[in-house]
């Protein structure tokens, strides 16, 4: 299982977190988003059309795009909030990441149950800092700003790669690529997961957590 | 279906998803910067909407587009690119900088590596093609599908990208009051040079395709202080301030019953000068006009004919030796025709042609005079030939009779060889000779007479006679002593013509007795006897007339 992995990193206060997250993870996710397949045969379909919104943060001086889709919009926000309250919390220690999987699911055989294979990570690290005044707080703004942007054209950059995206299965096997629950766009399957401990390495404690979930779930 | 028609076919798909590509992403990068937020609804019924992606058309960009393309029925589009659309800043003081270019190219095939990334496009088609497992015609198909939806990504990076760059800060800001942001769609190289020092290039996608590889990037400024000078410090630094040509033609249009007489006489010599700038600009090719006269505008009486449009070589210091540029005047009189050296010597009067209204009236008044005797001299042959000219011109003046003046002077190449024709008159024009500025006693006026006993060859004896007749028939009516000296002009002008070759020869000489000239007075006097002028007396009467009237 070798997924594509980009880990961003960045720094900023608290109140800018939501945004700064959601501007890279809509920006992928607008990418990763396809028109809603209409099939009229197994093999034929009809691709639908996606829209897209202009969104302006409040914290950062910074403007993204997103697909116009109210209910994938409120599932982005509502993991990333859940996210970013645990990272500024009081148990925090201001330090987490959040990462936004693509994966594919793969039947087997009927005792085990489905499998997810991820093939595209998109991570990101946070640290948070307090600002002591507005001045340093209105340069920050602008920091983050210049900072999303670098991060926006090297995501852009890469989905104009070649690189392996799950190739478009028949009708019936759509939703082991595809998440089909969006009423008006079809974006592959993706989940979030995050992690807020301090540690230097959350990463591999938390797969190995998620490893031993897993053989339970099972 | 064969092979080749299967790709001909598939070349043909590619084409038309190019063309749409283009046609949409002007449509992104413009909308973008109207300034406002833009949201597009999905539609998941399967719209007809290019590459997925909902993107209104505005039919204003649509059509920029398609007129910059301008592409013909059986033309590709593959032939018309690099399209490039760039959006530029301008203040409502009429600053103007370029922000950004973005641009979409189409490189040769033989200049893609497509090993790697074809190879994984090729797999993902006949993987598609599986999926689907119809036979082989849908397999281009599922081709041109892949690069179909790669478009459709390109297409939203793009979306995603006209929103970081900082122009779109700048369109979202923009206001009347203080400045707008404006669109120019264009096949050509983009444009960076326009973007300042340290512009950045960000390439948005590459796709590589059979016709080429697909290139779509962007390059924007980074440096965003709008100083007022740069803009002027860019232009003078090229030469580029552009001087309307018909600069003085307004003044000299608006003629009213009172000053008519003086103005068409102005509105003749400012053709006259005119011509001998469109001859000149022909013969160098890449003489461009430079308004510094704006702020000097013609005072009420002046004598427009004294004005003159400024070439960069006005600008050109004179060097050693110091009055070389009286000379310059008379070398491109010899390469172009003999309007310019009027040109030349009225490059003095810009200055005191303001003051010098006395002196105007009363040249108008002689030419006017002048006028009469001169237009019995007139061929009709001449006067045709200069219609021609200003046909050429596309000169809107309606022209007073008195335009007919000057059509010796444009004539006169044809009066070159030696023949005994009646000569044309110049009067006018020599007129033109005089330094508004000299005064009898000034040096300057030494040097103009001299310039002008150099420049005009003796006249012809034959000329003689017939110039007595005119003089005689001017006096008359001449109050001033001007009539020897304007009966004296033809002849000598036409004779400098006549003799042209002979003093190109001897212009090398001239530079360096001019400069020996400037120290030494005797060597003046020896120059001018050097030159043997036979009829210096007459030149001499004719110079001194002529600075009467200046004065």
Partial sequence: ?218 | MSAAQRLNAAEKDLEKFIKFLALKSTQVVVQSRLGEKIQTQCNPLAGNDWFNIVVQDHPEVMEETKRALALKPSESILQRLPLCVEISLKTTEGDQMVLEVWSLDLLQPAANGTTANGGATNARDDSKADINGINGESQTLKASHAIYSRMGIMLKSLISLTRTTPAYKLSRRQCPESYGIFYRIYVDRPKVHTLGEGHKNVKIGQLHTIVGSLVMSVAYRTKMTISPTTAQAHQTENNIIMLKSDHFRPATDASSPNTQQMQTHATAVAKKLGLGGLNAALGSGERRCIDIEKPLRPGAFTDMGKLRQYTEDDFVLPETPPFEWLLRGRQRHESTGSGCSVESLNRLDNVASVVSNNMNNNNNHTANNFNHSQNLNNNSTGFKSFEKQQATNGGANSFSPIKSLLIPATAYRHHSEPALEPPPDDDNLLKELHFPFASPTSHVNDLAKFYRECYHAPPLRGLNELQAEISSSSSSTTPASSSSVAACGPTAAAAAVATSAADASALDDLSRQLEQFETSLEDYDKLVSQFGLTGSSSSGSRSSGGLQMSN
């Fill in chain 1, 1 to 218: 299982m070798n997924a594509r992995s980009q880990v961003f990193d960045l720094t900023m206060e608290g109140l800018q977190v939501d945004e700064a997250v959601t501007t890279i993870f809509q920006t992928v996710l607008f990418h990763r988003c396809l028109g809603k397949f209409m099939y009229t045969g197994d093999a034929q379909y009809s691709i639908g059309t996606v829209g897209y919104t202009d969104v302006d943060c409040n914290f950062i001086d910074f403007t993204y795009v997103c697909c116009t889709s109210d209910s994938l919009t409120h599932k982005v926000k509502r993991a990333i909030n859940l996210f970013s309250e645990k990272l500024r919390s009081n148990e925090s220690c201001g330090s987490g990441q959040i990462s936004l999987e693509f994966f594919q699911k793969k039947k087997n055989r009927w005792p085990f149950s489905q499998e997810s294979i991820p093939w595209e990570v998109w991570t990101v690290h946070l640290d948070l800092i307090k600002h002591e005044n507005e001045d340093e707080r209105q340069l920050c703004r602008e920091n983050v700003s210049d900072l999303l942007t670098e991060k926006v054209i090297y995501i852009t950059e890469l989905m104009n790669r070649h690189d392996y995206v799950p190739k478009t299965p028949s009708q019936s096997e759509l939703d082991l690529i595809f998440d089909t629950s969006f009423p008006d766009v079809q974006p592959y399957l993706f989940k979030f997961d995050y992690s807020t401990s301090g540690s230097a390495a959350p990463s591999m404690g938390n797969a190995m957590k998620k490893i031993i979930k897993e053989t339970l779930a099972m």
